[in-house]
């Protein structure tokens, strides 16, 4: 597999994955990813992004959750 940004060799290895959103921020570590050996950019496979995506929906939701809280005792 050849990297999309510099054309390198991409290796199995770990991967980070951060988001800042929605009043919070998010961080995961050691997640199975293609990474390149020349430039470091990091690849997820489908089923890693799926379950990254379903992360961040929980986390949506619960925030959404905790918002309605601060605006009862407004």
Known sequence: MRC??????MKKGKGSYNI???GYHFILDEIPAWVCENCGETYFEEDEVEEIQSL?????SRIKKINKYDLEYV
Do not use: A, P, Q
């Not at 961040?56 to 949506?60: F, G």
């Open 20 to 22: 800042h959103r929605k």
């Open 4 to 9: 999309y940004v510099c054309n390198g060799e």
């Open 56 to 60: 961040i929906d929980e986390l949506d």
